[in-house]
């Protein structure tokens, strides 16, 4: 049944969307909220929405409003290119995937290796997606993984939820990632990576979590193997596999050492930066250019491979480039017809509640919705942003807490059938769709709650 679920594609759900916002700016009223300056930021009076004069938007408009929207998110497109073109020359260094190799195949020669498996690398890959954004990178490793789990007496789905969901809860509960964060703090006009102290606690908790369950569900396969709802397919698997794929690894060399000392100095860097001196988009796109330069020289590109790599990184990027764009687009058809105050002040009573938590709760359930239909973090936080930074105000949540809620709508990627690197995951392990959902659901749940104490956390304190 669910592979006969298909989803529109995201760039004709935009387009649609933009669309029905062109028609709808004939029909809704244009409205306005007075606003005011405090503590040096611009915040909007609930109290002052005022019906104005519309200026409904035709199809010139509407064919206008993409380039409208690349000029406008500009420098964001930018930051997002730049940033993909670095990390896929640190990925042509094949310094990351050296590290993975070398301590998957210490397993063979130590009980404290083979213990520590599942915490060590779910951590890395929760750093992965809290730093840089690992997302589709993960996939690649499902191949290593799955081998490894099924060597160490588990079974596919522990192979495929170490990187996979490792990297997803990394990403949903990032405090680094230019692509979700770094973007939805900017349009949201809140100081870029600011709020990292919590943030970090919040990736913490969510990642031993992770591990926990991991861990105890990886320990009841291998005391009952006949548990796993793959058991049929990786007995085939062990049959099929001769090795490994580690035999021929002969360990990291002093060039991948040097190249990963490089990447997290560029981190720690980018943190005092952001923290010390409020570093924004442009400060931090300069800093990994300056890595790529450099562990490109370190790695021993030339200049070919270098710049081989630095664009493929980049096109890469070019569908999340559009995304932002797009998602703008509608942003610019809304605002120039001046109903994105009327928007705002009808979405409010379905957010607002007595208590400041309560709304913030309900964003975060929104944000989950809408990651059903639309998957690129920083697509997704170019097209709600511009409302729910605004609407955070209304409701008398933190512009700060309204950008964590949108990350917690990220925490159902791993499990919905309209993600195409879930699908494309599953499909490399051969795991239905079905089958890992059910086993899913325990998660979930976990993250369900965690996002919903958190997020009552952050309203509690003010953050």
């Not at 630095?310 to 058809?333: C, P, Q, S």
Request: overall charge positive; proline content about 4%; glycine content about 8%.
């Amino acid at each position: 049944m669910f592979k006969k679920i298909r989803m529109p594609n995201t760039f004709v759900l935009l387009f649609s969307l933009m669309a029905l916002i062109a028609l709808a700016t004939w029909f809704v009223p244009g409205g306005k909220y007075a606003t005011q300056i405090i503590n040096g930021k611009t915040v909007v009076d609930p109290a002052s929405f005022q019906i104005v004069a519309s200026h409904p938007q035709g199809f010139v408009d509407l064919m206008m409003s993409p380039i409208k929207g690349f000029v406008e998110a500009a420098q964001i497109i930018g930051f997002v290119l730049i940033v993909g073109g670095a990390f896929a020359v640190l990925q042509k260094t094949e310094a990351i995937d050296s590290m993975i190799k070398a301590v998957a195949k210490a397993h063979t020669h130590s009980r404290v290796v083979r213990a520590m498996i599942i915490p060590v690398f779910v951590t890395l890959f929760s750093l992965g997606g809290a730093s840089f954004g690992m997302a589709e990178e993960a996939i690649p490793f499902v191949m290593i993984f799955i081998p490894l789990a099924l060597a160490l007496g588990y079974d596919s789905i522990t192979g495929v939820a170490i990187p996979f969901v490792g990297s997803q809860v990394g990403f949903a509960a990032a405090f680094l990632n230019p692509f979700n964060v770094g973007i939805a703090q900017g349009i949201a006009g809140v100081p870029v990576f600011s709020g990292i102290g919590f943030r970090i606690v919040v990736w913490a908790l969510a990642t031993t979590l992770t591990i926990a369950f991991l861990m105890w569900y990886a320990a009841r396969i291998k005391a009952q193997p006949q548990l796993s709802p793959t058991y049929a397919l990786d007995q085939e698997k062990r049959q099929q596999l001769g090795s490994d794929g580690l035999a021929d690894f002969q360990g990291m060399t002093g060039t991948h050492k040097a190249v990963l000392f490089m990447f997290v100095g560029t981190l720690a860097v980018m943190v005092i930066g952001v923290v010390k001196y409020e570093w924004f988009v442009n400060e931090i796109a300069a800093l990994f250019l300056v890595m790529a330069i450099s562990v490109g020289v370190v790695g021993r590109l030339n200049a070919d491979r270098f710049v081989e790599a630095f664009m493929h990184g980049a096109k890469d990027l070019i569908t999340t480039a559009m995304v932002i764009a797009l998602a703008r687009a509608t942003m610019i058809l809304a605002r120039d017809a001046q109903i994105i105050d009327t928007m705002l002040y009808h979405l409010m009573p379905l957010v607002q509640s007595e208590n400041s938590v309560f709304a913030a709760h309900k964003m975060f359930v929104i944000q989950s919705v809408i990651n059903f239909f639309i998957h690129s973090g920083s697509g997704q936080a170019a097209l709600t942003m511009p409302i729910m930074a605004p609407l955070a105000d209304l409701v008398g949540v933190s512009r700060q807490t309204a950008v964590l809620a949108f990350q917690f709508g990220e925490f159902t990627t791993p499990m919905i059938p309209t993600s195409g690197i879930t699908v494309g995951v599953l499909a490399l392990a051969r795991i239905p769709w079905a089958t890992w959902a059910k086993w899913m659901i325990p998660l979930q749940l976990i993250y369900f709650v965690l996002a919903l104490i958190m997020l009552a956390v952050a309203c509690q304190i003010t953050w």
